[in-house]
């Protein structure tokens, strides 16, 4: 992968919830390190350093741009398969890029866990910190999201990001149809009782605002 240097970057800190707690704790990271390794070759283009286990309980990576960011977050949510806070910062970086993220420090990556060290104490999802007024509003509309996609039921997680992959709309039902087996009439409930086209209503708004 070619990189390529520009002023600024995106971030993402994250860290598994209460993982030190969990009895089956070496497991969850193995399957942490799995996901991540996914999410880099899903988003190979977009991602200016790879995602990489850090602190042994959290992950960190860094996109080119927020272009990405919501796919990315969903991707995250879908592969890592335990809760996890997420501090996203953007900015410029201090060192030369590299593809290993632990090898550059700056803006963006001091944004990125201060805004994660404020999520855990508040233990909401996400904090989006770009230095404007208005990441409050991105980050208390980003958690209202988050908050109902982390209450979704397995089957509601596997149908709604099955629909979300293949571009939403009817052929995406269909597809989704035919691959649980169950009528189209059950996706669409299912779709809305997740609440999905609200919570990707946001999504495109959150967006022009990233933008």
Known sequence: MVLTSRDRYVVLTGDLKSSRKL???AHVQEQLKSALKTVNEIFD???AAKFIVVGGDGFQGMLYSVEDVFDVYYTLFEMVGYPFYVGIGTGSISTSLSENVAEMDGEAFHKSSGALSDI????NWVAFESGREIDKVITASW??????IWNWSKRQKEIVLHYRKHGGGREAVKSASGSFDVGERSIYKTLRTGKYHLLKSVEDVLKEVLN
């Open 120 to 123: 855990k104490k508040k233990k």
């Open 23 to 25: 009895s089956e704790r």
């Open 45 to 47: 283009g977009v991602i």
């Open 143 to 148: 958690n209202l999201m988050a908050d109902t």
